[in-house]
């Protein structure tokens, strides 16, 4: 086993050598998003934005405890085998993670980091799994087109108009079960973002104000680890749409760094081209149904076996844009890798 | 150094064999608090709410900063050494914190658990300091009455009317500096608390809601480790205040732990007898500003060698409150320890 000192590589990339993996994932989507090109990839599908409750907040939190319970239940565990759940949301005092939460009684450990949250709780789940403090954690995040636009917004009903450079709260949830063990995709690095702020104050265009954060963490990972763009299949952005991505792709150039065809964005990945999404999805739920509902499928097909996703996040409010602040922003890596094992065994595990 | 199997004990308590400590920490509090019991321990007293700024959420941030930096540098380190920043508050998308990492720009990791956050944050750095990810993390968490009130409740100028079951928010910001080293208190257990409901309802009543929280994390603790009351000098939840801690001593006795005067609350030890704050003091900073303020400072003197500090957080939103939901409450608790070196040199390091 290697020591703890191994543990960290240069600015802030973590290693994982006990082998952590993705044991089993789960995606929940609503009803555009089950409409979308990658229909095929989630666990379930609500047909309409309530998923059978009262409120939008409560179909939210459905969608949470519904992609929960999913990924617990593929691992072959019950929720009572995990002592530890990481989660958050876009919600106001994280209340769709903690009440998932209540419904599914683990210890929990409530995390922020805007749309940014899915590889921050992936990571956090990785490290206490690798460093044995939990033989296993599970990585939950959700959004909600319509809890996200009454809170952060206006009511739907007033029907605001928006600009081009806007993005679509992505409404849908995804959660990962972590622990040690062959014949999935392992998870090999975090590399832990800091904020980015280039002074952006409009929050109708996030793609602009995420893609340097996006940029910054990139970089940070092929310094860290001593990868560079060609050992990755795949490097993906969680929501930096039509708008932000074309610029994350051209600082990285400028940088040195010509990612090419590999680099995506899950917010482009979900939607057809009918869909009126303006730039192209946002939400915790991006980077987090295709990351655990699409992509994971393909590695475990064989189509990818390296895949960098870098989840950004927007860590304004409401308040904060009043004040006249610009956005703070922020990126969190991870690096996934279906093992040998895996492999050897033709990768379907 | 111990395996990494030897980290997790019973349900959900982490163990740190690597010898975790707080290196440094710092409290820096507002005018009501200046003026209290404690008034000798905080590193910064502020003597307006603005604290120099033009909006109070200006003036937390500031806080939550100067707490940063007045640790860090106790600790003779500089922000850039230190790779790990755990943070969050009360504000709607952990405003301060995040705000808060753009300025010290260290890498940022954003958790949320309401007035547990302290405790959360607290060993979540000491999980990445033991597992070898990063040589030091800060810890940091800030309230503030005047922006709880604002978003929580009422504007201030209303002056709407409260009950004697209501809390006093606590103006103010812990922040602490993890890293492995003998000396000062050691960071010896973590339990990390699963969400309790029992079905209260009233937001003006947060004590009795988080008290059965803090008794399962309590109890928890003791089946975890093997423990008993007897072996803390000082247990002592974060903001239970008036109305919840008899009501979690009265639990705990019916389930066998007699904590008797040894069993303290952080919301009950800050502010001054004619001080009027309705039950008790309340939020992230309460239990924040008496540890990293008091209790350290207590402990590296010789009053207490063993303190287990309860941080209770009340999971709710003004949104989950008026859909009619209960209120969902969580208890991380941590427990420090002076190490035998430090005895030896008198504690006084």
Redesign the interface.
Known sequence: ?A??????LG??T?VYP?GVGILASAAVVGPKEGDGLLKDDYDIIYTDMYAGQD?W??AERKMLEDAVATAVEKAGLQTSDI??YLA?DL?????TS??S??TH??????????CSTSM?SLS?AA??V??????YAVAGVSSHNATAEK?YRYPTEYGGQKTDTAQWTVTGAGAAVVGRGEGGPLIRYST????V?RGVKNPFDLGTAMAPAAVDTIQTHFQDTGRMPGDYDLIVTGDLAKVGHPIAADLLKQAGYDLGERFQDCGLMIYSPGHEVFAGGSGCASSAVVTYGHILKQMRQGTWRRVLVIATGA??????YQ?G?SI?C?AHAVALEMSEAAEGSGGLS
């Open positions: 086993m020591t703890n000192e191994t543990k960290a600015r802030s973590w006990s409120t907040e409560k002592p530890a958050g919600l106001n005092q994280n209340i903690s009440f939460a209540k009684q683990m210890p929990f450990m409530g995390v922020y980091g805007a921050l956090l490290a206490l690798d460093g044995g403090y939990t033989p809170q832990i973002g800091k904020v702020d860590l304004l409010s409401p308040i904060s004040q602040e703070p922020i």
